[in-house]
């Protein structure tokens, strides 16, 4: 399968623990994006890689929250002293525009977090 | 900015026929593009179609169409010979045509329910 694959695919803890989500974009993708999504609504907007630099975050992406992306490959989000109000579905999306028009993202499955 | 709105939360559709999901949207880009995306309940956001804002033709690919009226700014999405596969939700998407960084926006969504 050489789609978008995101680790671990669920993830409860405890208010307070520290959580890293892993994303692995299609190969030869050079855009990733991180989007959260709660029960009932669309994916928001996080950030944006363009390949190791992270070019926009934001304004939902507290201090809690940080993305890297180290060799322009796969990307990692940590949020630290999780919240209740953290639980939501990560998801990870990649791109490659191929000319100036719009580039098509596509998503993995996903990492659901629960915080109890 | 972008908004797009889905006006209907649910749907319901036998298995074999037609189903059209409503989407219209608000933006002051004038080049830009409208994305479909299909999301299962194993959480993954699958791409089906996308429409350019200058493209003349509606898109097609395979039982998806997307009735593209510029003027009304509505991108309605049309599943052709329904499946029982096709039960998921479906969430329209847009985001300018600029070249850089293109934040994607997302209506709520549309639960279709395929019945036997």
């Known amino acids: 399968d050489t789609g978008v694959s995101q680790d671990p695919r669920h993830k409860i803890t405890k208010r307070g623990q520290n959580v890293t989500f892993r994303c692995d974009p299609i190969s030869e993708h050079n855009r990733l994006y991180w989007y959260r999504q709660t029960l009932g609504q669309g994916p928001e907007f996080l950030t944006y890689?363009?390949?190791?630099?992270?070019?926009?975050k934001s304004r939902l992406l507290s201090d809690r929250f940080s993305a890297e992306r180290p060799k322009g490959s796969f990307s990692t989000l940590e949020i630290q002293r999780t919240e209740q109000g953290d639980s939501a579905m990560y998801l990870c999306?990649?791109?490659?525009?191929?000319?100036?028009?719009?580039?098509?993202?596509?998503f993995g499955p996903g990492t659901r977090l629960t915080v109890l | 900015a972008q908004k797009i709105t889905q006006t209907q939360p649910g749907m319901f559709v036998q298995e074999k026929e037609a189903v059209t999901l409503d989407c219209t949207y608000d933006t002051s880009d004038q080049s830009y593009g409208l994305f479909w995306y299909k999301q299962p309940s194993s959480g993954e956001m699958i791409f089906l179609i996308y429409q350019g804002s200058y493209d003349e033709q509606n898109a097609t690919e395979g039982r998806y169409s997307l009735n593209f009226q510029k003027a009304r700014k509505s991108a309605n999405l049309v599943i052709s010979a329904s499946q029982l596969g096709d039960s998921a939700m479906y969430f329209c998407a847009m985001s300018p045509n600029s070249g850089g960084y293109q934040k994607v926006t997302f209506g709520t969504g549309t639960k279709l329910q395929v019945i036997p």
């Open positions: 999306a990649s791109s490659l525009p191929r000319d100036y028009s719009t580039d098509t993202q596509y």
């Open positions: 890689f363009q390949n190791e630099a992270q070019l926009e």
